[in-house]
């Protein structure tokens, strides 16, 4: 089987979840397509995995209610062993990354990290990945029984529902006490959509000239037309946002319906990043900015007179 790791919060699975579905349909690796759901009082979310897989295995339980390294790694080791899996598929977000490597240890498993894409040829699995600063995109190779992947977030179209739903299957987790115990979390609330799962995605660059404008312009934008808010890591490097927002090689890939790009001159490092985005547009006044390359629509003026007009008439 492949094995994919679910990623869910707040009840619902994660947009990356269906992205590593895609992944795993479109690999070639034989085997049904396997979503392991992991947490507690999960059954909602096993529910909805089960339109996307061919099976949900539910690891539902105390053991595994908040995240932890070494328990989650046990979790997909001992679900991996027992299902005799070919793949295993974990999420390229912080917390996989994190995760993912300890898994190919105890399986003893080859690692191929930050995938972009997938092909099986026999018992090889050949995965493209960005190097150089995203100025290279390499293919490495690995072969074994079981080979654990990550794959980068946004790079995969989220995969369609199946016409009937996948079986579900509860499972016993044999899982160590996490070493460290998180006593408590605080959660940054905010009604605007998380960049992961934004359609629409308006980002600000150096261009919108200082924070005031980009809180003005690109959250103004955002807001009227309910779209997520990225930056590029110059904004984030001056301390106008948060990382979090940063889209790019060194930030958030993603690839909405539409990218909105605000005074963001278009260097590779932030177009390694949501250059998949079906369609862009930009407004720059630099005409010979490279963002304008690779947009479908492009305004060569001040985004600080167009964006007004464009957040009046969003309203209007």
């Known amino acids: 089987m492949i094995l994919i790791v679910a990623e869910h919060a707040g009840g619902k699975l994660a947009k990356s979840t269906l992205e590593m579905v895609s992944a795993a349909r479109g690999s070639g690796r034989e085997g049904p397509v396997t979503l392991l759901v992991l947490g507690q009082d999960v059954a909602g979310v096993a529910n909805e995995a089960a339109k996307y897989a061919d099976q949900v295995l539910v690891g539902d339980s105390a053991a595994v209610a908040q995240y932890s390294p070494e328990v989650w790694a046990a979790a997909a080791a001992q679900i991996a062993q027992e299902g005799e899996a070919s793949t295993v598929i974990i999420g390229g977000s912080r917390s996989g990354r994190e995760y993912a490597p300890r898994v190919a240890v105890k399986l003893d498993a080859p690692y191929l990290e930050d995938a972009i894409s997938l092909k099986a040829d026999g018992d090889t699995l050949s995965a493209q990945r960005y190097t150089y600063l995203a100025r290279v995109t390499e293919t490495v190779q690995a072969s074994g029984p079981v080979i654990v992947v990550t794959a980068k977030p946004g790079s995969f179209a989220p995969a369609e529902a199946l016409s009937a739903a996948g079986e579900q299957y ?71 946002r948060p990382y979090a927002e940063q889209v790019g090689q060194t930030g958030k890939t993603v690839q909405p319906k539409a990218y909105i790009a605000l005074g963001v001159s278009g260097a590779v490092q932030h177009l390694s990043g949501m250059g998949k985005s079906k369609f862009i547009v930009a407004i720059n006044k630099d005409a010979e900015a490279p963002i304008f390359k690779v947009a479908d629509y492009g305004i060569v003026g001040d985004v600080n007179e167009i964006v007004p007009a464009l957040i009046a008439a969003s309203k209007g």
């Open 170 to 240: 509860d499972i016993d987790l044999e899982v160590p006490a996490p070493r460290v115990t998180i006593t408590g979390k605080t959660v940054e609330k905010t009604s605007r959509v998380a960049l992961s799962e934004a359609d629409v995605i308006v980002t600000g660059g150096r261009g919108v000239g200082n924070p005031e404008n980009f809180g003005k312009y690109v959250e103004g934008l955002a807001d009227s037309i309910g779209a997520g808010v990225g930056a590029t890591r110059a904004v984030v490097d001056a301390g106008w």
